[in-house]
């Protein structure tokens, strides 16, 4: 099978997120073999697929989770995108807040549907407030150094968080209790941990209650994406939510010294200095994704 070169080819280090490419994805991705027209209309895949990824990333030794359980009512999603969606919508009529060089995704949104917003960093956390923070936070890789003060002022006053775990499975030393009164949803998603499963747009959304909306409908219609589920599922059956730490962990501390740069919690990211800058993402750091410079792929594998 042939795999595309384009991501390689821009270089060991990139701006953009992107999985590590893996000789062990490439393997999976050779080695599937599964009835396409069954997959498709195997429904019991669905609560398979949520029992095993609540339990997949829960055993996490890389990094300590408290309080999931107090979410029992799991959804499917498109991503973390969905979850986002669903979020703002819900919300539309509060002022939506994150961090700056979060996910650009929510300003673009909020901006281009003259929604009423503004960055954390702007204002202090008020009553009609609803919140977005990523856990790692995107922008530094770790936990953002104001998230448990954010947190807070978010019980006190109602308002209403999403914490955004999409790149937890690229994590280590993230410890975290989700068991707080303003943390209504938690969204994972499989897409920055393993080459080429961006594709897939698998996610699950943690809550602690159904709220009937169109994610609710949709997973009770059983209107997904069953193919996806089925690759999804074999591949946390394959890989362990710690494989990208486990298996590149002591590359990672090769390419940080060789490039200069400041280890992160988050395998794909390091912070570089001045020299860096064309890397900044409208932060306070200069983020950089080492994918490419991490990838244990051959060039002839690729082209096999």
Known sequence: MRYSLSSIKDGPLTKAAQPIPSRDLVDFWDSLNFNMERAAFDYDIIPQF???????????????????????HTTLTSGT???FIIFWAKHSKR??????????????????????????????????????????????GNEHPKTKEILDACDKLGVPVLIDCAYMVIAKDIDIDFNR?????????????????????????????EDDDEIDVLNGWGTLNLISLAISYKLISTFDSDYNWTTF???????????????????????????YNRFNRGGYVNRICLSNALNNISEKKLRE
Request: glycine share 8%.
């Open 50 to 72: 949520k029992e095993r990824y609540s339990a997949w990333i829960k055993n996490s030794k890389n990094n300590h989770l408290r309080g999931l359980d107090n979410f029992p």
């Open 81 to 83: 995108t969905e979850s």
């Open 95 to 140: 002022r939506l807040r994150c961090f700056k060089a979060e996910f650009m995704l929510h300003r673009l949104t909020w901006r281009n549907n003259e929604l009423d917003w503004k960055f954390l960093e702007d204002d202090i956390i008020r009553e009609n407030d609803a919140v977005i923070i990523s856990l790692p936070f995107s922008d530094i």
């Open 181 to 209: 009164k303003c943390i209504e949803v938690i969204a994972f998603s499989l897409s920055k941990g393993f080459w080429g499963v961006d594709k897939l747009r698998c996610g699950i959304r943690f809550q602690r209650v």
């Open 249 to 275: 962990g002591g590359k990672y501390e090769e390419v940080t010294k060789k490039y200069g740069l400041l280890p992160t919690n988050c395998i794909l990211f390091a912070l570089g200095g001045d020299e």
